[in-house]
C-alpha cells in the first residue's frame, strides 16, 4: 500500500473517533443536561453518558438537588409602624430542567429577587405582634406567594423560613419593660389569690376552733413546741387560760376599787333630758 495514502487513512480514522468522541456528554446523578440542537430545545438527558451531535449541539447542565438560597435583610415597616430588618431562607428545587433553561434566564436570581420582594410585602402587611406569635403561619403565606411566581419556571418551593428579626434598641426595651410589667401583674394576682385562700383556711379554722375550747388551748401548747425547737434566748413560761382569766379579773376589780377610794367617781351614762309638756292655751 501505498504511504501516502496509509497516513491519509489513518488521519481520516484519527479525525473521525476524535469527532465522535466529542459528542460523547457525561452529567452527574444530580443533574440533568438540556439538549439544543442548531438552537432548538430537544429535550433534557441524563444521568450518565450520551451522545449528542457535536459542533451543532450545546447542552446546558442544570442541578437538580436542593437549593438553600439566603434572602438578605429588608428594611421594612409593619402594619403598625414599626421599622425592622427582616432576613428569611428559602429551599427550592428544580423540577423542570427546561422550563428552568428557557423559560427564566437565571432562575437563581429571579428566585432570590422575587423572594425579597414577597417578603417585604407580606410582612409589611403583619402587625409586629402577628410577626411574632404567628410565624409559622407567615412561612407558609409566603411560600405559597413565590411557589406560584416560580411554577412557570420549572421551580418548587418546598419551605421559607424568617430566619431572623432585628428591631429597634428603643422597640426592645419598651418590649422588655411590657414584659416585666405583665410578670409583676401575674406575681400580683397569685399572691393576691393566696392571700384569699390563707384568709378563708384561717376564717374556718377560727370557727372550729371557737366551737370546741379545748382546740384553742392544744393550739397554744403545739405553739409553744414549735418555738421551743428554734435554737434562741427566748425564755417563755406558759400559763393555763383557766389560771391566766381570774387573775386579770381580780386586777380589774383592784383597779376600780382603787379609784373610787381616790375619789374618782365613775363618769355617769349620758341621759338624754325629758321633753317638756306641752301648754295649752285656752281660749
Known amino acids: 500500500m501505498d504511504p501516502i ?3 491519509v487513512t489513518v488521519a481520516i480514522v484519527l479525525v473521525l473517533v476524535i469527532f465522535a468522541l466529542s459528542g460523547l456528554r457525561v452529567v452527574q446523578q444530580y443533574e440533568r443536561g438540556v ?49 425592622m430588618k427582616v432576613a428569611a431562607v428559602i429551599y427550592y428545587y428544580v423540577v423542570d430542567p427546561s422550563a428552568a433553561v428557557v423559560n427564566v434566564m ?19 402587611q403583619s402587625a409586629l405582634d402577628e410577626l411574632l406569635a404567628q410565624r409559622t ?16 419556571w420549572g421551580i418548587k418551593v418546598t419551605a421559607v423560613e424568617i430566619k431572623e428579626i432585628e428591631l429597634p ?8 419593660k411590657q414584659a416585666e410589667a405583665e410578670r409583676e401583674k401575674r406575681a400580683k394576682i397569685i399572691h393576691a389569690e393566696g392571700e384569699l385562700q390563707a384568709s378563708s383556711a384561717l376564717a374556718q379554722a377560727a370557727n372550729m376552733i371557737s366551737s370546741q375550747p379545748s382546740a384553742l388551748q392544744l393550739r397554744y401548747l403545739q405553739t409553744l413546741t414549735e418555738i421551743a425547737v428554734e435554737k434562741n434566748s427566748t425564755i417563755i413560761f406558759p400559763l393555763p387560760l383557766d389560771l391566766v382569766e381570774p387573775i386579770l379579773s381580780t386586777l380589774r376589780h383592784q383597779t376600780a376599787a382603787a379609784e ?24
Open 5 to 7: 495514502v496509509l497516513i
Open 169 to 176: 434598641v428603643s422597640m426592645q426595651r419598651a418590649m422588655a
Open 137 to 152: 403561619k407567615i412561612n407558609h403565606e409566603l411560600q405559597i406567594i413565590i411557589d406560584e411566581h416560580t411554577e412557570r
Open 260 to 283: 373610787n377610794g381616790n375619789g374618782r367617781q365613775p363618769v355617769p351614762p349620758y341621759v338624754p333630758p325629758a321633753p317638756e309638756p306641752e301648754r295649752v292655751v285656752q281660749a
Open 106 to 124: 437565571n432562575y437563581n436570581q429571579a428566585t432570590s429577587q422575587i423572594g425579597q420582594t414577597t417578603l417585604r410585602n407580606v410582612v409589611g
Open 35 to 83: 439538549i439544543f440542537i442548531l438552537g432548538r430545545l430537544t429535550g433534557a438527558q441524563g444521568p450518565g453518558v450520551f451522545w449528542v451531535p457535536p459542533i451543532i449541539t450545546r447542552m446546558i447542565k442544570v442541578d437538580l438537588r436542593i437549593v438553600t438560597l439566603t434572602v438578605p435583610p429588608q428594611e421594612v415597616i409593619t402594619r403598625d409602624n414599626v421599622t
